[in-house]
């Protein structure tokens, strides 16, 4: 394979506007190609040079690179293109830079004004009409010097051949040699507003639609998805405006004082204007059809308006267009449910959770009333509430709406269920009319027949603390019986008919709680309503403070025990050098060889009461502590260092604070009708709390009978290994039990889906996409943005998301997607589950990128008084491990204060380079755990989000949910930590 692109007596080339057009051709790359198309016809572009292709060669010659990049490409390079990316950019990045190439990098600079520029790849192939690489290579704003200009054109040059960039290649049937890579260097604009044109409808297809977005400053926030835009359709032929749509746009990006963009907030009266005037539209308009009949095919424009001026920065061909859609419009969105079913998710443990949900919600249905035909319709929807794409689990969002319905009050809370769930964006008032649990009877009869719903949701409404106490007793009555076996000694059909009796005693019997469900979102979402109204200048946190569970909260209880034992063990050196020192795997052991009864005693005690309390507890493949008892001396060891979470006492005062509020702010008449609706909503979610630990024990006592199944299924010879089990549906199970498959195919289902999910961890799965007809065909989820690699960085220093709990704290991030080894530093990730609880107290302070205030986590944090930020979108790619932060959880800020010592500051890092080159994809990692016997299987790390806040339909059985602005963006997170004690010492909290 030659990498070569001339002669290798040529001198470099830095071509301009003036330069030979097939000069241009030969040496520019797709960028540089574009640009002298749109200037020779007199479009206005900034001015702008290139280091043509050649410029590179020489670099490559000169520092004797060639033969080393030809061994890292050889054969075989897909299967390592990881660790050959990272090798490439080490090399380009360190190798000496000759001469005449620094000389060419300083022409260019002077070419484009020699003062503030934008320095973008420019491969040979990018931007052609099959193969756009859009995003694959990098592009760097805002550079000021000439040493950073010189950077940053190396890391352009090791962009080519990022993982992700090869990833792109491989996909494609491309070789892995780029043919080159040339480097735009073009004059920066100081973009007033900035955006994107697409000359035809990308999502759909139509080229009768243009479709321009657009924030106020620069583009990058845009580009990086870090700014909600303004989104705008326009009819092709006339410039009309179709529809629109004003973002939030709560960020603006602009040059900073250094290299790379300045974030800064935008102003209210900003946010809440479109971007765009019509004589900008028109402008706009004008512009992309004289582009794209300039180059005979759809553009994907981008352009900035400053001074008056509309300057376009450029332009490539639109290539990701098809017919079309048509089908069954679908929309997919992971708010809520990742908290419970995070990354890649077993068959066997969605087919579970589905089938769950199907007997859940007929169970409510026919609670309210619901019967005949009405209810066989219901039925036709609930095992579909569920989505599995790709490994992931997704609701179909639409059949919430559905489920939602069945209660009264639809329009009030169908927008609290949009809050609670923290999906990104609503659904028009006119589609969420369409959507029905079933068809309405016209006249009387239906009007009788919402009255008679109306008044069972009533009684049940005002009866639910009665309801719950009863399923409370009844509950721990059965799981009693169920979870004093021993599985394993039993024959697999007698397991087998345990289980199917559990599934009608336990869980068929869930569904009238969804009352519960239903009075969370009423009140909560009325107890917002009245501080809106009545405290117009209450701070963010307070509605979430004031709504927070009364009395004292069961789920915090893990966290209380396991500071009680890290007290216990500190007390005695001998015990604590042994805690310190033994792998956590051999602990247990350990104790118990070296005398130590008393502690072990209360060891044993905290995982009987709390074993099913667990990182992903929900996911049957994930070993709780009853199995795998050394994942409490992972988060004990964190709790030994009597860092992170402040004290009871502090935690009560902190809870406090709404209260203080209240009496200042509010008395009278108004004071006594809010404190009856918060008490109702304290009650209604300190008994969701009380619910929530029944359901990790009824998924635990289910995970113990699966698995003995796993084993007899083994035995028999249906099944190679016995965690095979967890690569079959349930309905596979029950039709080995019940006589209706044949054996001997499970072995070949088995092989079939652990290919599959190989292959699908090192997907980036989007948190909300639609599809038409049959998801996984017609394009679906390639317009949905699933692609390889983990998202890029775009440098920005301060993020914003959803105040959650008071208090300042500085110190080390430990970015991570596995609750261990925080040592008190800033625990930041993409989500989190119920069984994290008990780490909160290592930690500093939260960050959680796809949380909200009331989630299970969010509330235990308030309890424990631990500053808490939350919905802070990007979080886990942005911020670095061992960046040094500043949370400040009542304004909702995080605040980059210093960077790791690997870092540059202020610029779009690629997330294939080292900065990043530890990073895991929060929705990529794998759950189908390892040969293995029962109780060696590790829980595998999961870097999926935390949900929302109080509790919805689905709160019960998918994840936390409550009333709290959306969650936003799914990104990557990174399992590194800086060294424990030194970020426990690292830490500074204030309240």
Known sequence: MSLSTGSAERSPNVLTPSSDTTLVARQAGGKGRNLHALTAAGFPVPRWSVLGLDVFEEFRRDAGLEEQLAGLLADGWETRAEEAAKEIARLIETAPLGARVADAIARAHREAGGGTVAVRSSGAEEDGERHSFAG?????????????????????????????????????????????????????????????????????????????????????????????????????????????????????????????????????????????????????????????????????????????????????????????????????????????????????TYTFAADTYAKVYESYARALGVRGEQLREVREWTPHLL?????????????????????????????????????????????????????????????????????????????????????????????????????????????????????????????????????????????ALLTRRWLPDAPEWFTWAAAAPGGAVESAEPAWKLRELAARARTDADLLELLERTPDDEAHQALRAA?????????????????????????????????????????????????????????????????????????????????????????????????????????????????????????????????????LRLDEITGAYEGMIVHTGLRDLVAVRRRQQDADRDLHAPSRFTTHGAPYWSGNLERAGWTHGPAARSGARELHGTPCCPGVAEG???????PR????????????????????????????????????????????????????????TELRPGSRLRVDGAAGTVTVLTDPPDATPGTADNAGSAAAGTATDARTAGTVPPTGDAGTVPAPGEGESAPSAGDSGAALFTGDAGTAAPAEGARSSADVTPDAPAAAAAADVTP
């Open 595 to 727: 005398g130590h009864t008393e502690f072990l005693a209360a060891v044993d005690a905290y995982i009987a009461d709390y074993g099913y309390r667990s990182p992903d507890e929900l996911k049957l493949e994930v070993p709780d502590l009853y199995e795998n008892p050394g994942g409490l001396f992972t988060l004990l060891r964190d709790a030994l260092r009597e860092t992170g979470a402040a004290d009871a006492a502090d935690a009560e005062d902190r809870g406090g604070q709404a209260d203080a509020y209240l009496d200042q702010h509010l008395r009278g008449p108004r004071r006594f009708v809010y404190e009856r609706v918060r008490a109702k909503a304290r009650a209604a979610l300190t008994d969701r709390e009380r619910l929530r630990f029944c359901r990790t024990r009824a998924f635990g006592a289910a995970k113990r009978m699966l698995r003995a199944l796993g084993r007899d299924l083994a035995r028999a010879g249906a099944i190679d290994r016995w965690d095979d089990v967890f690569l």
């Open 136 to 348: 694959q290579f990098d592009s760097f704003l805002g550079v000021r010097s000439l040493a950073d200009v010189t950077d940053r054109v190396r890391r352009c040059w090791a962009s080519a051949f990022s993982a992700r960039s090869l990833r792109y290649r491989a996909e494609r049937g491309l070789p892995p040699g780029t043919g080159g890579v040339a480097v735009v260097v073009q004059q920066m604009i100081d973009a007033e507003r900035s955006g994107v044109l697409f000359t035809a409808d990308p999502t759909t297809g139509r080229t009768d639609r243009h479709v321009v977005s657009a924030v106020w400053g620069l583009g990058e926030g845009l580009v990086s998805g870090a700014v909600d835009a303004d989104t705008v359709v326009l009819d092709a032929g006339t410039g009309q405006v179709l529809s629109t749509v004003v973002g939030d746009k709560q960020e603006r990006y602009d040059a900073g004082p250094d290299s790379g963009c300045e974030v800064t907030p935008v102003a209210d009266e900003q946010r809440a204007a479109l971007a765009l005037s019509d004589d900008d539209l028109a402008r706009l308009h004008e512009a992309g059809v004289r582009i794209t009949e300039h180059y005979g095919s759809p553009q994907d424009i981008e352009w900035a308006i400053a001074d008056g001026t509309l300057w376009i920065l450029q332009s490539r061909p639109v290539t990701t267009l098809g017919a079309e859609p048509v089908g069954e419009l679908r929309i997919w969105d992971n708010s809520n449910i990742i908290e419970s079913f995070s990354g890649v998710v077993s068959p066997l």
């Open 387 to 527: 989505g599995h794409i790709h490994g992931r689990v997704y609701y179909n969002l639409f059949h919430w709406y559905r489920m939602v319905r069945l209660a009264p009050l639809y329009p009030l809370n169908r927008r609290v269920l949009e809050k609670s769930l923290g999906v990104a964006e609503s659904i028009s008032d006119e589609l969420a009319d369409t959507l029905h649990p079933f068809t309405p009877r016209p006249g009387l009869r239906g009007r009788l027949s919402r009255l008679r719903r109306t008044v069972v949701f009533t009684r049940r409404f005002l009866t639910i603390k009665k309801s719950v106490e009863t399923f409370h007793r009844d509950f721990y009555r059965a799981y009693a019986v169920f979870n004093n076996v021993d599985y394993d000694a039993l024959p697999g059909d007698e397991t087998y008919r345990r289980f199917r009796r559990l599934q009608r005693e336990l869980i068929e019997k869930w569904g009238p709680m969804q009352a519960l469900d239903a009075t969370i979102l009423l009140s909560v979402g009325l107890l």
């Open 812 to 818: 080390p991030a430990v970015v991570t997607d596995t």
């Open 821 to 876: 080894d925080i040592g008190g530093g800033i625990l930041v990730t993409y989500r989190t589950d119920p069984g994290w609880v008990a780490a909160l107290t290592s930690a500093a302070a939260l960050v959680i990128e796809r949380g909200s205030p009331l989630t299970h986590v969010a509330v235990v944090a308030r309890e424990l008084g631990i500053p808490t930020v939350v919905q802070v979108k990007d979080a886990t």
